[in-house]
């Protein structure tokens, strides 16, 4: 790695020299436009506006806006006039505790390694912030421009430098959710806190991979050897829209945890009792319904039964007269 900037890191009357890395990289695939039918490049000109004339880098100036909104131009040497403090140090104005400083105001991360015959100052300064459990607020000048930052200190006892974004540039979220009194069940914060703790574990960001440049880089590779990197399958597959079918958000968050519990081959007891009860409730009446179609099939058997045997009587009585009568005439 090649240093960006040195200093020193200061704090009371201790200073520290430090060099300063760059600690992030991009990892995406260089790019550059060209003209889709023969590939020619692309390339851009400075020129002025209404005319095809080009301007020299030399000549360009910044224009800014008043509040006003007058249009003030200022120069490369207008710029390099301003009272920016341009010592090369560090400056450490305070300490506090890690929780305090919230994460959405780190900006880029710096490495700092020491400078110096010796590096005891260094390690001292790193082990005593590890030893507190506090950052280091820093304020330093970069590029001509005045920064915050936050020290810390990660594994293996490097300091890092974060630069800090200052308060008006961090958004203030203004959601019309945010006033609305949203009715939270317990039942429904139980659950939701089963399928966090079923999907608990710790951090490994080896385990994570960029799959767009991966995919990318296969697309490339393919197109360079003439073939095609995804061909389509013949088989269509029929995308199961999950939040569809279960609009429940209970129900949703049953189904998660279930579906976590099956991969782990075990569930959690407060997964498992809730819908437990409410299968319960559910069989309750169902035995009740099945007891009154029952009764009813019942009755009407009953009912069928009693006109089957009216019938049967009022027939037998009907037939018996007509018996005699014939014996009679028969007598005769």
Do not use: C
């Amino acid at each position: 790695m090649r240093s960006i900037w040195k200093g020193d890191l200061s704090f009371g009357l201790v200073n520290v020299p430090v060099k300063v890395y760059s600690a992030t990289e991009s990892h995406d695939r260089k790019s550059y436009q060209v003209d889709s039918s023969d590939g020619a490049r692309i390339r851009y000109r400075r020129v002025r506006e209404g005319t095809d004339t080009e301007v020299d880098y030399s000549d360009i100036a910044n224009a800014y806006e008043t509040d006003s909104g007058e249009s003030v131009i200022l120069t490369k040497d207008d710029l390099a006039s301003l009272p920016v403090q341009k010592s090369p140090e560090i400056s450490i104005v305070e300490f506090v505790p890690v929780d305090q400083v919230d994460p959405i105001y780190f900006d880029k991360p710096y490495y700092l390694e020491p400078s110096s015959k010796s590096p005891k100052a260094y390690v001292l300064l790193a082990k005593a912030l590890q030893e507190t459990d506090r950052l280091a607020i820093a304020s330093f000048t970069l590029r001509n421009r005045t920064r915050m930052a936050a020290l810390r200190v990660i594994e293996p006892g490097v300091m890092t430098l974060q630069t800090l974004l200052w308060p008006d540039e961090v958004r203030k979220p203004d959601f019309d959710f945010l006033g609305d009194d949203v009715q939270i069940r317990d039942q429904e914060l139980k659950m939701a806190s089963s399928l966090i703790d079923s999907m608990a574990t710790d951090y490994d960001p080896d385990e994570f991979s960029d799959t767009y440049q991966d995919e990318l880089s296969k697309l490339i590779e393919a197109k360079a050897e003439g073939g095609e990197a995804f061909p389509e399958s013949d088989e269509k597959e029929e995308a199961a829209d999950e939040d569809s079918d279960v609009a429940d958000l209970l129900a949703a968050l049953r189904a998660s945890v279930k579906d976590k519990g099956d991969a782990s081959g075990s569930s959690s007891d407060a997964a498992d009792k809730p819908p437990a009860k409410k299968a319960a409730a559910k069989k309750a009446p169902a035995k009740k319904a099945a007891a009154k179609k029952t009764a009813a099939k019942s009755a009407a058997a009953k009912k069928a039964t009693a006109g089957k045997t009216t019938a049967d009587k009022t027939t037998a009585e009907k037939s018996t007269p007509a018996k005699k009568t014939t014996r009679k005439r028969a007598a005769s």
